[in-house]
Nanobody
Framework: QVQLVESGGGLVQAGGSLRLSCAAS????????IGWFRQTPGKDREFVAA??????YYSDSVKGRLAISRDNAKNTVYLQVNSLKPEHTAVYYC???????????????WGQGTQVTVSS
């Protein structure tokens, strides 16, 4: 059974940074795309970044401000988020897919999410 567990969220002041982690089990980790999405109340999950075989993909809205990386030895993907603003407040989810994709529907397995709250 695939399990994804996010951690690292919390309350941060505007301009601050966080490093989110996604620990995976139950899958051939190195062969999977791990993506990060974020969601605010009333809105669909928004693609943020993904890592496939070490290749990084970002949405245009976050390029230059976020960095995704993976440690296959630890079955973990990290998302470094910098220069946070109050509008970046959301629940951040990681997800696993057997293909490279930005669409949430391409991801079969999801974590429970970690809340990021940015205060002004």
């Amino acid at each position: 059974q695939v399990q994804l567990v996010e951690s690292g969220g919390g309350l941060v002041q505007a301009g601050g940074s966080l490093r989110l982690s996604c620990a995976a089990s139950g899958l051939a980790f190195s062969s999977y795309t791990i993506g990060w999405f974020r969601q605010t109340p009333g809105k669909d999950r928004e693609f943020v970044a993904a890592n496939t075989w070490g290749v990084e993909y970002y949405s245009d809205s976050v390029k230059g401000r976020l960095a995704i990386s993976r440690d296959n030895a630890k079955n973990t993907v990290y998302l470094q988020v910098n220069s946070l603003k109050p509008e970046h407040t959301a629940v951040y989810y990681c997800a696993a897919s057997d293909r490279t994709a930005a669409l949430a529907t391409a991801y079969a397995d999801w974590g429970q999410g970690t809340q990021v709250t940015v205060s002004s």
